[in-house]
C-alpha cells in the first residue's frame, strides 16, 4: 500500500510500541486471546460493511440528483455548482468532498445555496427540497466517517494481529535475560497493592511516609496515581506516636498537560478540583489558584490571558472552557517590555517570490526574524526556535546553519554526526566487509579531508583511482605514504572496545579533543560489558541507537537553540520563536 512501508519490520515495531504505552495497555489486552483467524474473519466482515457503506452513499447521493431532475432544478442555478457537484462525486466514489460551505449554504438557504438570477418558482422548488438535501447532506458524511473509520482499522489489521506474537517473543526475552522493562512497573505494582491493606504495603517498603508533594500532576497517569492512593490515604487519615496527621500538596495545571501520549491523564486533576475525593480519611481540603506569574513580562501575560479566554469560547466541553476561564485571568508584577508577535506567512511576506518558490517561507522567515532579534542586540544563544516534529527542527538548522548562523539541537549533538565517530563506524564496516565499496568511498573521503591530502597536491580523484576497487591491503599500504600506519587484519585479533582504540591512535584521530569521540568510546565500553559483545552486533546495535545517542550541550556557546515543544518544557529564554504554527494535531495522530 502507498501508506505503508516497503519494509513490515517498520509497521511492526510501531504497532509493538504499543505493548510498552499504558495508554493501549486494556484494549491490548482484549486482544491476547484471538488467533489470527479471528483476525482474517473480522477482515472479511469489515470489507463486507465498508461496502455496504459505499453502496448506500452511492444510492444517496442518486437519490439527490434524481430529486433535483423530478422538480425540474437545473444544475446551473447552484452557486458555482457547488451543490450538483458535490453529490455527483460521491455517485462516482469520491469522498474527498468536504473541504466546501455546503453545509453552510444549506442551513442559510435561499441566495446562499443558489443563484441571485434563479427564476422564482425553482428558487421556491429548491426551498422546499432544501431541508432533505441538509439531511442527506449530514447522514452521507456520518456514512463517510463510519467508512473512514473502518477502513483505518483494516489497514492496520495486519500489523496489530502479529502484537500477541511479539509480546510473547518479548516475554521469552524477559525471561532469557531477566530483566523487566521499566513501563511494566507501574502495571506490576499496582495488581500487587490493589488489594493489600496500605500498613502491609509500608511494611514491605520498609519505611513510612507521612507528607507527598507530586508536582506536575497533570501529567500522572492512572495507574501511577492509583498506586499513590493507597500510601496518601494511610498517611493523611492516622496519627503516629503523637504526630500530626499526613499531609498531601498537589501542583499541577491540567492546560499545560502535553504527556496524555505517554499516559498522563489530566482529567484526574481536573476531577479533584472539582470535588472528587479518592481518599477516606479526608475531611476537608483547600485548593488555591496561583495567580500571578513571576516569570514572565506584562505583554506576554496580557497576552496569553485575552488570546486563551477568546479560545477557550470556541471549546465544546464546560468544564475546559472553566479551567481556561479561571486560569487565563493571571495577575502580573513589575516586569515590562516583553513582545508577542504573530505573523501570517502568504504571497505578501517579506520574502521575495524568488525565495518563495526556491524555499519554504517557513524558513526563510524564521531565518529574517533570527538576524532582526540579532541585529537588537541579541546574543544567538538567547534565541530558541521551538517545531512539534524533529524533521522540522532538523531542516530549520540545517537553514540556519547555511547561512551562517551557529545552532544547537539534538541533530548536531548526534553522535553520528561527528566525522571521526562516522570514521570508526566505517572502518568497523570495512573490517566486517571488506567488499562494501560505498562505505569505502565514505572512508576515503574521511582520510582525504582528515589528512589534509588536498594540501599536498592530490585531488580526491587522485587519491581514490588507485585504490577503490582495490584490498584493503592496497589501502593500508597507501596509506603508509602518508605516514599512516594501519592495518585492518589487526582489528580481527582484537576485542571491538581494543579495535577502536587501535583505529584512534594510528588514524591519528586523536591528535584535538573531540567530545563525540569520547561519548562514542564511552558507548561502545559499556556494550562491551554485555554478553553479546561482538563488532557485528556492535554495528546492529549502533544502527537501532544512532538516531539518538548525543553528547550533552555545552552551556557557553553562542548558537541558537532549535528544539522541539516537549523538549523546552520548563526551560525559557529571551527570544522564543514558533514557526509551523498551521500544525493539525488531530492529523497527526496515528
Same mark, same amino acid.
Given at each position: 500500500r502507498s501508506d505503508k512501508s516497503w519494509d513490515i519490520a517498520i509497521d511492526l515495531k510501531k504497532t509493538a510500541m504499543m505493548l510498552a504505552n499504558e495508554n493501549d495497555a486494556k484494549h491490548l489486552a482484549a486482544l491476547k486471546d484471538k488467533s489470527l483467524s $479471528?483476525?482474517?474473519?473480522?477482515?472479511?466482515?469489515?470489507?463486507?460493511?465498508?461496502?455496504?457503506?459505499?453502496?448506500?452513499?452511492?444510492?444517496?447521493?442518486? !437519490?439527490?440528483?434524481s430529486r433535483l431532475s423530478e422538480n425540474s432544478i437545473p444544475h446551473e442555478v447552484f452557486s458555482r455548482g457547488t451543490l450538483p457537484n458535490h453529490f455527483l462525486k460521491l455517485a462516482e466514489g469520491?469522498?474527498?468532498?468536504?473541504?466546501?460551505?455546503l453545509q453552510e449554504y444549506l442551513e442559510t438557504g435561499g441566495n446562499a445555496l443558489y443563484k441571485k438570477d434563479t427564476p422564482p418558482d425553482i428558487g421556491t422548488s429548491i426551498d422546499a427540497i432544501t431541508p432533505y438535501l441538509l439531511e442527506t447532506y449530514i447522514l452521507i458524511k456520518s456514512k463517510i466517517s463510519q467508512l473512514q473509520l473502518i477502513q483505518n482499522i483494516t489497514k492496520n489489521l495486519v500489523p496489530l494481529a502479529t502484537v500477541h506474537l511479539v509480546n510473547h517473543e518479548l516475554q521469552q526475552i524477559k525471561v532469557d535475560e531477566n530483566v523487566l522493562p521499566i513501563n511494566e512497573f507501574n502495571a506490576l505494582i499496582y495488581e500487587q497493592?490493589?488489594?493489600?491493606?496500605?500498613?502491609? #504495603?509500608? !511494611?514491605?517498603?520498609?519505611?513510612?511516609?507521612? $507528607?507527598?508533594? #507530586? $508536582?506536575?500532576?497533570?501529567d500522572t497517569s492512572q495507574l501511577q496515581w492509583n498506586n499513590l492512593i493507597p500510601l496518601i490515604d494511610n498517611a493523611i487519615s492516622q496519627s503516629y506516636?503523637?504526630?500530626?496527621?499526613?499531609?498531601?500538596l498537589l501542583v499541577g495545571d491540567a492546560k499545560q498537560s502535553i504527556y496524555r501520549w505517554r499516559g498522563g491523564l489530566p482529567e484526574q486533576f481536573i476531577d479533584l478540583y472539582e470535588g472528587a475525593n479518592p481518599f477516606f480519611g479526608l475531611e476537608e481540603k483547600t485548593m488555591e489558584h496561583l495567580d500571578t506569574n513571576y516569570r514572565s513580562h506584562s505583554e506576554v501575560i496580557e497576552f496569553n490571558n485575552s488570546f486563551f479566554s477568546f479560545v477557550s469560547n470556541y471549546f465544546g466541553d464546560e468544564t475546559h472552557q472553566n479551567l481556561y476561564a479561571i486560569g487565563n485571568q493571571q495577575k502580573q508584577t513589575a516586569k515590562e517590555d516583553g513582545y508577542v508577535k504573530i505573523e501570517f506567512l502568504s504571497s505578501d511576506t517579506d520574502a521575495s517570490q524568488e525565495e518563495l518558490i526556491s524555499e519554504d517561507p517557513y524558513l526563510v522567515k524564521a531565518l529574517a526574524t533570527v538576524k532582526e532579534v540579532l541585529a537588537l542586540g541579541y546574543r544567538k544563544k538567547d534565541v530558541c526556535i521551538l517545531t512539534r516534529k524533529k524533521k522540522e527542527g532538523i531542516q530549520i538548522s540545517e537553514y540556519l546553519l547555511e547561512n551562517g548562523i551557529?545552532?544547537?539541537?539534538?541533530?548536531?549533538?548526534?553522535?553520528?554526526?561527528?566525522?571521526?565517530?562516522?570514521?570508526?563506524?566505517?572502518t568497523l564496516q570495512l573490517s566486517v566487509t571488506p567488499g562494501n565499496e560505498e562505505v569505502k568511498i565514505e572512508f576515503l573521503t574521511f582520510l582525504y579531508n582528515h589528512l589534509d591530502i588536498a594540501g599536498q597536491g592530490l585531488d580526491q580523484?587522485?587519491?581514490?583511482?588507485?585504490? #577503490?576497487?582495490?584490498?584493503?591491503?592496497?589501502?593500508?599500504?597507501?596509506?603508509?605514504?602518508?605516514? #599512516? $600506519?594501519?592495518?585492518?587484519?589487526?582489528?580481527?585479533h582484537l576485542s571491538l572496545f581494543e579495535s577502536l582504540e587501535y583505529c584512534i591512535e594510528h588514524l591519528k584521530l586523536d591528535r584535538k579533543a573531540d567530545s563525540f569521540l569520547t561519548s562514542f568510546m564511552d558507548m561502545v565500553y559499556t556494550f562491551s560489558q554485555g554478553s553479546?559483545?561482538?563488532?557485528?552486533?556492535?554495528?546492529?546495535?549502533?544502527?537501532?541507537?544512532m538516531d539518538r545517542a548525543s553528547i550533552s550541550e555545552n552551556k557557553s556557546t553562542d548558537a541558537v537553540k532549535v528544539m522541539t515543544i516537549h523538549k523546552s518544557k520548563g526551560l525559557e529564554f529571551p527570544i522564543v520563536i514558533f514557526p509551523y504554527a498551521n500544525l493539525n494535531i488531530y492529523r497527526e495522530l496515528e
Open positions: $479471528d483476525f482474517l474473519l473480522l477482515r472479511k466482515r469489515l470489507r463486507e460493511a465498508s461496502l455496504g457503506i459505499e453502496v448506500q452513499i452511492a444510492e444517496k447521493a442518486n !437519490e439527490v440528483i469520491n469522498y474527498a468532498v468536504y473541504t466546501n460551505k497493592v490493589k488489594d493489600q491493606p496500605a500498613p502491609f #504495603i509500608y !511494611e514491605r517498603l520498609g519505611d513510612r511516609y507521612r $507528607d507527598f508533594f #507530586i $508536582d506536575e500532576f497533570q506516636e503523637g504526630e500530626e496527621l499526613g499531609s498531601l551557529p545552532v544547537i539541537s539534538e541533530e548536531t549533538l548526534l553522535l553520528k554526526n561527528a566525522p571521526s565517530v562516522q570514521c570508526l563506524v566505517q580523484n587522485g587519491f581514490f583511482q588507485p585504490i #577503490i576497487h582495490e584490498s584493503l591491503d592496497a589501502l593500508t599500504e597507501t596509506l603508509k605514504n602518508y605516514s #599512516i $600506519d594501519f592495518n585492518f587484519v589487526n582489528l580481527h553479546d559483545s561482538g563488532k557485528n552486533s556492535f554495528l546492529i546495535h549502533w544502527e537501532s541507537e
